[in-house]
C-alpha cells in the first residue's frame, strides 16, 4: 500500500464528534454523509458502540473516518459499512485503508453478526475481503452494479442471512 506512515487507528470518542462530521461534508460533495452519521448515532437500532472509528493526523485529529452499523437481511441482523471517508489532504496516503481494516476486525470480534455489507467502489473493497453480495444471495433493494454491492462473511455460529438489504431509515432508502 502506498502508505506515507502508519495510521494510529481508534474507536471515535465524544470529542471527535464535531471533527467527523466536518471530515464527513470535506470528504463528499454534500454534507449528506455527514448528516447520516448523526442520524445513525440517533438509531438505537442501528448504531452499535465500538464500531465506529477514526484514523489520526499526526497531530491526532481524525484524517479518515469508517462507520459499521446493523441493518436486516430480510429479517436477520447484519451489518453495513458506510459512510467510509478520508479527508481530502490525507487521501491516497493509507489513511483510510488503515481505519477500514480497523473497525471491520472490530465487527468480526464482536462475534455476533456473520454478514458485512458495503455498497462501493468495486476495484477498491475487495482488497479487504469483500465479494459480490449476489454470490451470498444478498441484494439492496434498489438498482446498483452487482459488482458494487459487496459483502463478506464471518465465522461463527448460525446461518449466514441472505435476502434483500434493509437498511436503517437514516439511509433513505
Not at 148 to 155: H, T
Amino acid at each position: 500500500m502506498g502508505t506515507d506512515h502508519e495510521w494510529r487507528v481508534r474507536p471515535e470518542t465524544q470529542a471527535d464528534r464535531a471533527a467527523v462530521y466536518a471530515l464527513n461534508a470535506a470528504a463528499f460533495d454534500t454534507p449528506m454523509e455527514a448528516e447520516l452519521v448523526d442520524a445513525l448515532r440517533a438509531d438505537a437500532d442501528a448504531w452499535i458502540d465500538g464500531l465506529s472509528y477514526v484514523a489520526e493526523t499526526p497531530e491526532g485529529t481524525p484524517a479518515a473516518y469508517a462507520l459499521i452499523t446493523r441493518c436486516l437481511v430480510d429479517d436477520e441482523p447484519a451489518l453495513v459499512l458506510a459512510p467510509v471517508a478520508t479527508l481530502p489532504k490525507y487521501q491516497r496516503q493509507g489513511a483510510g485503508h488503515a481505519v477500514i481494516e480497523a473497525v471491520v476486525e472490530a465487527a468480526r470480534a464482536r462475534g455476533q453478526e456473520r454478514l458485512l455489507t458495503v455498497l462501493g467502489h468495486p476495484k477498491y473493497y475487495p482488497r479487504f475481503g469483500f465479494t459480490p453480495a449476489s454470490g451470498f444471495g444478498v441484494r439492496p433493494g434498489f438498482d446498483v452494479p452487482d459488482e458494487a454491492m459487496m459483502a463478506m462473511v464471518f465465522e461463527g455460529e448460525g446461518p449466514v442471512p441472505s435476502g434483500t438489504i434493509r437498511y436503517p431509515a437514516a439511509f433513505g432508502v
